[in-house]
């Protein structure tokens, strides 16, 4: 894990953040509240939600001409912000 900021990136890295998470979040709400799973589902669901970004992303992102460096910080950044929401989904629940 690498975390070298690349110089006038931090607006992009934090957008992409705050996008992925903001998301996951809408879609815990609608399913924990609005689908009629059994509980259990529920809770591996809203886990499943709040992941941290796999590697492969970072193969995908080199592909389509994104910067390595900022693909690789957002994903180094989503394992630490994941670990967190994920270990408060659980303690929650």
Known sequence: MEFRLPHG????ILSILWSRYLLAIILAIFF??????????????????FC??????????VELGNDR??????ISLS???????MSLVVIIL
């Open 9 to 12: 990136q931090l607006k992009l």
């Open 32 to 49: 924990y509240f609005l689908v009629p799973f059994p509980a259990l589902i529920k809770e591996v669901l809203l886990l499943i939600f």
């Open 52 to 61: 941290p970004m796999s590697f492969l992303h970072m193969i995908q992102a």
């Open 69 to 74: 460096a900022v693909a690789g910080l957002v």
């Open 79 to 85: 394992m630490f912000v994941s670990l967190v929401l």
